[in-house]
């Protein structure tokens, strides 16, 4: 089903596939959604995740190790979107692990498996066109990153070429969590809905329930991505989906204060 944000702001919480093990990540997937993500980012663990700080990166080193791949990841999907129809689901990958899979293979395979939107975060959108057609061919949303120091007319481009949401990066930099939300994200908001009305969702950095009210004031969505990953790498398999759940509830408490 089309991705979709019922609440304001919006949830998308990343989670590297694999980490600590596959079953642990379902379990951890299935407690964020009951407890109100909206999407779910699988993250293909790499072995050179370049726009990731050093935690996503070590999970990616963790997952490698028990041997995660991306037909895991897609299996890995299937079993949670059986398990939860209704929550949005998207592969967030670098894009070698894609072409060596096979492009139209992985386009088939993640549409089979339930997953909405691929986001790969190389590829960009001025050599798209066979990545925009294998997608549009099993009707899955592609999603591009869009940055505070990109030009207007690479933003157009972007927002042309996305379906789900925009990714709007709220700093320049890689992933992990920060004391604040940097003040370029607004205005790159802003000029993102100068071409589209797709929902915006600002990630990187956003790791606690200020940083998600700072972001509903004039985005559709946040993603937390380092926060939850860190938090299950000082979890055990056993407490880690609980925690994350705990977490995810947390995120959305000083809306929902304001709104009674």
Do not use: C
């Not at 790791?207 to 299950?232: K, P, R, T, Y």
């Amino acid at each position: 089903m089309p991705i979709r944000f019922d609440h304001k702001p919006g949830l998308v919480a990343y989670l590297t596939a694999g980490d600590p093990s596959l079953a642990t990540t379902r379990e951890i997937a299935v407690a964020a959604i009951d407890a109100g993500a909206d999407v779910i980012e699988l993250g293909v663990p790499f072995s050179d995740p370049l726009a990731d700080g050093p935690i996503i990166q070590r999970a990616s080193e963790r997952a490698l190790a028990h041997g995660t791949r991306l037909r895991d990841v897609l299996s890995l999907a299937r079993e949670i979107h059986a398990a939860r129809p209704a929550a949005g689901l998207v592969i967030f990958s670098y894009l070698n692990p894609i072409l060596r899979y096979g492009l139209p293979k992985f386009a088939d395979d993640a549409a089979a498996a339930g997953v909405d939107g691929v986001l790969a975060t190389d590829m960009i959108v001025e050599e798209a066109a066979e990545y925009l057609a294998e997608l549009d061919r099993v009707g899955l949303a592609p999603i591009f990153l869009a940055a505070p120091t990109s030009p207007d007319a690479r933003l157009a481009a972007i927002a042309k070429a996305s379906k789900g949401f925009v990714y709007a990066i709220s700093r320049v930099g890689v992933t992990g969590t920060q004391k604040s939300v940097a003040a370029d994200a607004a205005a790159l908001v802003a000029r993102i809905r100068r071409w589209t009305r797709l929902p915006v969702a600002v990630g990187f950095g956003i790791s606690n329930a200020e940083h998600v009210a700072q972001v509903a004031e004039f985005a559709d969505a946040a993603v937390v991505g380092s926060a939850i990953v860190e938090l299950v790498e000082r979890s055990t398999p056993e407490t880690a989906p609980a925690a994350v759940a705990r977490f995810i509830k947390g995120l959305r408490l000083p809306q929902e204060a304001l709104a009674r």
